[in-house]
């Protein structure tokens, strides 16, 4: 046996180009060419609170060192997330329209979190793992004796959403309008995934209803549909859950419920999905990688945290600041927009040794990819984890080679870094 800690730590680093010095970090083209690292680094190095200008809004401060990040993070009085959570500026009656669990602060945030996080915790996903596997075994083995086939659409797409639709209660068939509704909602800059990108087309209609998109129409009637069947016969599922009275004996109103309904199906499949895609590009690329996986299982808790470092699909968070405050000498005035770019903060060396080296055995990984732990700490994040986990698993018993057949497909999108299709053979 291969000792570990070689096998994972020999590679070079896994992007072969990390960008122009010169990237656009607001411009959706920017991100079809990969992740523009390089301009993360210089700008780390040279002006880590740096102003960003944007063409069609005030302008904010990028945020690019980790620990600089933590603290914007924590701190919820100075930074807030109830004027927005992306680069977009909404007037006030926009954001009251759009709002959801994550432009909400705490006592308030908490208050939504509790309706739906006892499904959520380590020990609860933990009892799903059983059934979670022998999912992930029919998704691989439905995808396997075709040879050569797209690794996103047919395993990385179809794991996550088969267990939203467990959570919700929904069924399988269903689960295909929820995907592609999730992918037009955050992929709604990329014109694959829906008609009105936000920046190609007028989407001044929509701009009332969360991520501008018309699927969140769509998702509302759906969202109702679900609603009116369980009113008067509850299950044991998340909608079950968000229509019963918070602690405080109050239900959500209908708005609410939609808002939340929609916010479930957004980050239910899509990021997970492009996490899982981020890893296999990898692997496929570097097979010395997988075979030192494959060969070392006792690796499997180490490797996803890399896989989730070094894809932090979820590029980054926006908060804006309350009052006037300093930052690495830096004065942030109160109003300002604030964001954190955390595909920066998870590849600072500060943080993390050698930070482009994809380590499977990386030991000290308390990476960003689910915001860190705080008020905002991603919902699902074990079940992430766990569905990541299993899936490679799966594949592992069953594959012996992965080689690449295409170059990846990525979003157009500078909020979400995901590959949208991966081509891959299976030996």
């Known amino acids: 046996m291969a000792d570990a800690a070689t096998a994972a730590t020999f590679v070079d680093p896994y992007l072969d180009d ?8 607001t411009s959706h083209e920017t991100y079809i060419a990969g992740v523009p690292f390089a301009t993360y680094d210089r700008l780390r190095a040279t002006d880590p609170v740096h102003w960003t200008e944007e063409s069609d809004g005030s302008g904010f401060w990028s945020i690019l060192r980790y620990d600089d990040a933590l603290q914007v993070s924590h701190d919820v009085k100075t930074f807030t997330s109830t004027r927005g959570i992306r680069l977009e500026e909404m007037d006030p009656d926009e954001t009251e329209a759009r709002r959801t669990l994550m432009e909400m602060d705490p006592p308030e945030h908490t208050r939504y979190r509790r309706l739906v996080s006892k499904g959520f915790t380590r020990r609860t996903v933990e009892s799903y793992e059983d059934g979670i596997r022998r999912l992930a075994a029919e998704v691989v083995e439905a995808a396997l004796p075709k040879g050569e086939f797209d690794f996103v659409t047919d395993i990385a797409e179809q794991l996550p959403m088969r267990m939203l639709g467990r959570l919700l209660g929904t069924s399988d068939e269903d689960g295909h309008k929820l995907v592609a509704w999730g992918d037009a909602l955050l992929g709604n800059t990329d014109p694959e995934f829906t008609d009105y990108p936000v920046d190609l087309t007028d989407t001044e209609q929509f701009r009332m209803v969360p991520f501008r998109s018309p ?3 769509q998702i509302f009637s759906y969202a109702q549909e679900q609603a009116a069947a ?9 909608i079950s859950q968000l229509l019963a009275p918070a602690r405080d004996g109050r239900p959500l109103t ?5 808002n939340f309904f929609t916010l479930l199906v957004a980050a239910g499949n899509d990021t997970t999905r492009y996490t899982m895609a981020h890893g296999m590009w990898v692997l496929a690329a570097h097979p010395e990688l997988w075979r030192a996986w494959k060969d070392n299982p006792e690796l499997t808790p180490t490797a996803v945290e890399e896989i989730l470092r ?3 699909v979820t590029m980054h968070f926006r908060r804006t600041a309350t009052q006037d405050v300093e930052l690495r000498g830096r004065r942030i005035k109160a109003g300002d927009k604030v964001v954190m770019w955390y595909n920066s903060a998870n590849h600072d060396d500060e943080g993390f040794p050698l930070p482009y080296r994809f380590d499977l055995a ?5 990476h960003m990819a689910f915001g860190r732990n ?3 700490l991603c919902l699902g994040a074990w079940l992430a984890r766990m569905e990541i986990r299993l899936v490679f698993e799966e594949l592992m018993k069953r594959v012996d080679r992965i080689e690449l057949m295409g170059e990846p497909d990525r979003l157009r999108s500078n909020f979400i870094s995901g590959i949208k299709h991966l081509p891959v053979r299976v030996h």
Request: glycine content about 12%; overall charge negative; proline content about 8%.
């Open 374 to 376: 705080g008020p905002h």
């Open 215 to 217: 699927a969140s129409i």
């Open 362 to 366: 990386r030991e000290r990984n308390d």
């Open 254 to 258: 209908d708005h609410e419920f939609n």
């Open 230 to 238: 369980r009113r008067g016969k509850p299950t044991d599922d998340i």
């Open 18 to 25: 990390l960008g122009p010095d010169d990237a656009d970090l």
């Open 310 to 312: 070094t894809g932090s």
